[in-house]
C-alpha cells in the first residue's frame, strides 16, 4: 500500500533561516504528491502539488521537487516568516488508491523573531 | 477564497445529543467527499469517502450506525455524529476533490470542533 513518511518534529527556526522538512514515499504506479498546511484551530490548505516526476510545485516562497529515483518530495523555503509557523503535511494519492490521500504525520514548525 | 465550507466550525453540547455538520463544495461540483477525524496533534485519520447520490465507504473501525453520511447533491455532504459520547470529541474536516481526475487535489474546510460534555 501507499505511505508517507515526514521528518519528525517540532523543527524551530528563527526568522529569515532556510527550511527543509524531509519527506519520502511509497506508492504503486505514478502517484501525485502534495503538501498541505495547517495553521492553528483550522483546516487543512493545499500548499503545493506535483504530478510527475521532476516536476516542481512551488507559492508563497515554498518549493518541493517530485525525485521519483529518491522517492522524495522534501519542501523548501529559503527565509521563513514568523507567519509560516503552522504543521506541514506530506501527501499522496494514487490511482491505485482511489481518490484516497495518504498523509504523512505532520510537521510541526515554529518560527521565533 | 475558501473553495470549501464546513459548518459549524464549534460544537459544544451533551452527551447523547446527535450532531450534524455540513460541508459544501462551493464553486465546483464534488461526486465524492472525505470526512476525516484529527486528534490533537496527529495526522488526519480518513473515516469515510462520500459518494453522492450512493452509500459512503466507511474505513474499517469505523462505525457506520455511528457516524451517518449523506451526500445528497453535488455539492453538500453531511456527517451526523449520533447520540455522541465523550469519546467522540474530537476535531472533524472534510475535504473535496477538484473534478479532473484524482491527481487533483482535494480541498479541506476549515474543521468542526466538537467537544462532548
Known amino acids: 500500500g501507499n505511505s508517507v513518511t515526514q521528518m519528525e518534529g517540532p523543527v524551530t527556526l528563527s526568522e529569515e533561516a532556510f527550511l527543509t522538512i524531509n519527506c519520502t514515499y511509497t506508492a504503486t504506479g505514478y502517484p501525485s504528491l502534495f503538501w498541505y498546511v495547517q495553521y492553528p484551530g483550522e483546516g487543512l490548505q493545499l500548499l503545493l502539488k506535483?504530478?510527475?516526476?521532476?516536476d516542481k510545485g512551488s507559492n508563497k516562497g515554498f518549493e518541493a521537487t517530485y525525485r521519483k529515483e529518491t522517492t522524495s518530495f522534501h519542501l523548501e523555503k529559503g527565509s521563513v516568516q514568523v507567519s509560516d509557523s503552522a504543521v506541514y503535511f506530506c501527501?499522496?494519492?494514487?490511482?491505485?488508491?482511489?481518490?484516497?490521500?495518504?498523509f504523512g504525520t505532520g510537521t510541526r514548525l515554529a518560527v521565533r523573531p | 477564497g475558501a473553495v470549501v465550507s464546513q459548518h459549524p466550525s464549534w460544537v459544544i453540547c451533551k452527551s447523547g445529543t446527535s450532531v450534524k455538520i455540513e460541508c459544501r463544495s462551493l464553486?465546483?461540483?464534488?461526486?465524492?467527499m472525505f470526512w476525516y477525524r484529527q486528534f490533537p496533534k496527529q495526522s488526519l485519520m480518513l473515516m469515510a469517502t462520500?459518494?453522492?447520490?450512493?452509500?459512503?465507504?466507511?474505513e474499517q473501525g469505523v462505525e457506520k450506525d455511528k457516524f451517518l453520511i449523506n451526500h445528497a447533491s453535488l455539492t453538500l455532504s453531511t456527517l451526523t455524529v449520533t447520540s455522541a459520547h465523550p469519546e467522540d470529541s474530537s476535531f472533524y474536516i472534510c475535504?473535496?476533490?477538484?473534478?479532473?481526475?484524482?491527481?487533483?487535489?482535494?480541498?479541506f474546510g476549515d474543521g468542526t470542533r466538537l467537544s462532548i460534555l
Open positions: 475535504s473535496a476533490r477538484s473534478p479532473g481526475g484524482t491527481n487533483q487535489p482535494q480541498h
Open positions: 501527501a499522496l494519492t494514487s490511482q491505485s488508491s482511489g481518490d484516497k490521500l495518504t
Open positions: 462520500s459518494n453522492e447520490g450512493s452509500k459512503a465507504t466507511y
Open positions: 464553486d465546483f461540483q464534488a461526486t465524492t
Open positions: 506535483a504530478t510527475k516526476a521532476d
